[in-house]
């Protein structure tokens, strides 16, 4: 009952975070391969992403209803990586729940926590990560620092 109430507000309601769509086009317009694994629903991200007009970022979007096995279970990353053609060595998952950190771990692939969600940075420590974001804009300022790194 609450996911069927809760579903048309969060394809109404549902804002991206600051810095969402800067990020996702800063990326794809570098040709980065970009996918979402989530616990939501398929369809409802992707009302919500194309009504915030970036869904077009997106090669995939790997919701719930795509997988048996949630997060933390690395079902919905290792479809991702198939999918999009992409190995572990190439791949980071980037989510603001320890769930994240631990389906990034369980999939053996790096992470990167943003703190816009209600996980504070302590809640990481445990787990391997390649970088702790207060927010969006910091993440793609440290992208685009690994970036040129590369590129070197």
Same mark, same amino acid.
């Given at each position: ?5 809760? !579903? ?5 309601? &549902?804002?991206? *975070?600051? @810095?969402? !769509?800067?990020?996702? #086009?800063?990326?794809?317009?570098? @040709? /980065?391969?970009?996918?979402? =694994? ?5 369809? &409802?991200?992707?009302?919500?992403? $194309?009504?915030?007009? =970036? ?5 995939? /979007?790997?919701?719930?209803?795509? /997988?048996?096995? %949630?997060?933390?279970?690395? $079902? ?20 603001? &729940?320890?769930?994240?950190? !631990?389906?990034?771990?369980?999939? @053996? =692939?790096? *992470? +990167?926590? /943003?703190?816009? @969600?209600?996980?504070? +940075?302590?809640?990481?420590?445990? #787990?391997?990560? =390649? %970088? ?9 300022? #440290? ?7 590369? $590129? %070197?």
């Amino acid at each position: 009952l609450f996911l069927e109430a809760a !579903q048309e507000r969060q394809r109404r309601e &549902t804002r991206l *975070f600051p @810095g969402a !769509q800067e990020l996702l #086009w800063d990326l794809k317009g570098r @040709g /980065v391969k970009l996918g979402i =694994v989530s616990t939501k629903r398929s369809d &409802t991200l992707e009302i919500i992403l $194309e009504r915030c007009g =970036v869904l077009d970022c997106l090669e995939l /979007v790997i919701g719930s209803d795509r /997988v048996k096995r %949630h997060k933390p279970d690395p $079902e919905g990353l290792n479809a991702a990586m198939a999918a999009m053609g992409v190995s572990r060595e190439a791949l980071l998952f980037c989510g603001d &729940t320890v769930i994240d950190a !631990q389906a990034a771990r369980n999939a @053996g =692939v790096d *992470f +990167a926590a /943003v703190l816009n @969600g209600t996980t504070p +940075a302590p809640a990481f420590e445990p #787990w391997p990560c =390649v %970088h702790i974001a207060p927010d969006l804009l910091d993440l793609r300022n #440290w992208l685009g620092e690994q970036a040129k790194k590369t $590129e %070197h």
